[in-house]
């Protein structure tokens, strides 16, 4: 069993940047490959970023790649997720979850992901 929690969402500006942390507990950190998705009103969960259990590997989608930049700090068991240059369209609520393996396939499929947290909720708006 692994706990995850998310915090560090907010209300930000357009441009502005905000950075996600995601702390896990009861299991091996290193042991999996972690993901972040996000969710916004209306629209189905979508996985935007994944990282490989030693962080060598990274994953964006198109819409936030050059703009977000995943982490991790197995020390600490955390996660993290820096946004920058937010837009509007990145409201969301934002979740991290464990892949099945210390390496993900992409593109990422919430099916391929076993624990989740609760989400942070991300706003975007002047």
Known sequence: QVQLVESGGGLVQPG?????????????????AMGWFRQAPGKEREGISAISWNGGI????DDVKGRFTISRNNAKST??????RLKPEDTAIYYCATYNDRYYSAPLS????????????????S
Do not use: I
């Open 16 to 32: 502005g940047s905000l950075r996600l942390r995601c702390t896990a507990s009861g299991s091996t950190f290193d042991a999996y």
């Open 79 to 84: 996660l993290y997720l820096e946004m920058n």
């Open 110 to 125: 919430s099916a391929d992901f076993t624990y989740w947290g609760q989400g942070t909720q991300v706003t975007v708006s």
């Open 58 to 61: 990274t994953y964006y989608t």
